[in-house]
């Protein structure tokens, strides 16, 4: 029996029935556990090798992924243990030249200083370039924040036959959005700070593969150096996961609207969301992507223009980080991006499509005056 996603999401790592137990287990708050005096270690030792909480976690994200999952205390610190787990001095790695900037920034200090050679490849990038000598390939589809999109399942064609790994990162799909592995590609990594947990309130990350010696790998690397969510963190992610699909369901719903709206407006530019026909996304997004996130990009021309805007909305949060159930908006360049001054990415919560549309069109006109 196959389920539809928003079965899936309620019961995702959720433990078989016991008469007495709660639904999902509260957070086991330990470091070591009890061993037998004689024999020593038995099911759980140590928490930064195993720990219930973080294994029905994982069990949960490994049923959306569709392979087994590794948590991390961060999107970054399952990026980067991707990284240095599989590069080694000599090789080359890929990365999307729009995509999470942090990815690039430390693929440019650490990696290069590490002897790896880093190239960088657009999202959009038609035809592929040559993949030949590359160890390993991370696309981002959507980009964030660009929203560009590739298509999974040629690109790792392509790279498989030049002999290279390809991971995907996740994190603005989710895993209901799309399953990269489902299209080819031997690893995903993910932040688990944005829509999958869309609360705002936990950082998160995670690795899963089909090939259980690349993941045995990761695993290897993330018990030596450590960087493991806490017993709540795993436990606050896990119960977010329940209202994935409804969640999603609106912010898309949203985005949507929102998308339409901006695109009729004269004084918004650049309004980009693989969702609408017009957009350049859109023929790879629709036949690829299950759904389409609630992230919208669009330019305000300016830093100030963007200001008002914010200023003036009472439903749009200025915060970065996006898949939340506030909308939000982030002005990229704040941060030293290579975005334009008044490019914006813009995250549609949950609130009430009317109501939203209303807000950032009183939004819009004050910021126009
Ligand atoms: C946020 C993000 C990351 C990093 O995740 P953190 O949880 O902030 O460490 C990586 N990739 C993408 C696409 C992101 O949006």
């Not at 928490?47 to 994982?58: G, I, M, N």
């Not at 729009?98 to 190239?119: M, N, Q, S």
């Not at 690397?221 to 996961?241: E, M, N, Y």
């Amino acid at each position: 029996m196959s389920y539809s996603d928003g079965t899936r999401s309620v019961h995702a790592g959720i433990p078989v029935p016991e008469v007495g137990e709660p639904f999902l287990p509260g957070p086991v708050f330990a470091a070591p556990y009890h061993l037998d005096p004689a024999t020593g270690p038995g099911k759980n030792g140590y928490a930064r090798t195993e720990h219930p909480t973080r294994e029905l976690l994982e069990a949960a994200i490994g049923e959306l992924e569709g392979a087994p999952a590794l948590a991390f205390a961060s999107g970054q610190a399952a990026i980067t243990a991707l990284l240095l787990a599989v590069l080694r001095t000599g090789d080359t790695v890929a990365l999307p030249a729009d995509g999470y900037f942090t990815v690039r920034a430390f693929a440019e200090t650490t990696l290069r200083e590490l002897g790896v050679r880093v190239v960088l490849i657009p999202t959009a990038a038609q035809p592929y370039p040559d993949l030949t000598g590359i160890r390993l390939v991370l696309l981002e589809t959507p980009a964030n924040p660009g929203l560009d999109v590739v298509d999974v399942r040629a690109f790792a064609a392509a790279a498989h036959a030049a002999g290279a790994l390809v991971a995907v990162d996740n994190t603005t799909a989710t895993p209901l959005g799309q399953n990269p592995l489902a299209l080819g590609a031997d690893l995903v990594v993910a932040s688990g700070t944005k829509a999958l947990t869309g609360h705002s309130d936990v950082l998160l990350g995670y690795v899963a593969a089909t090939g259980p010696e690349l993941l045995a790998k990761v695993e290897t690397w993330r018990k030596q150096t450590g960087a493991v969510p806490g017993a709540f963190d795993c436990w606050l992610a896990h119960r977010s996961i329940a209202t994935l699909d409804l969640r999603l369901a609106r912010q898309s719903q949203n985005a949507a609207a929102l998308a339409e709206l901006l695109t009729g407006r004269s004084d918004v530019t650049g309004v980009r969301w693989p969702g609408l026909p017009s957009d350049p996304s859109y023929p790879v997004a629709s036949a690829q992507m299950r759904r389409i996130p609630g992230v919208v990009s669009f330019d305000l021309g300016s830093a100030e223009r963007v200001a008002r805007f914010l200023a003036a909305a009472r439903l749009v949060f200025a915060a970065t980080s996006f898949g939340g159930v506030h909308t939000s908006a982030d002005r990229r360049a704040q941060w030293g991006d290579d975005t334009a001054p008044g490019f914006v990415r813009f995250s549609c919560g949950i609130e009430d499509t009317d109501d939203l549309l209303a807000d950032v069109t009183a939004a819009l006109d004050a910021a126009l005056s």
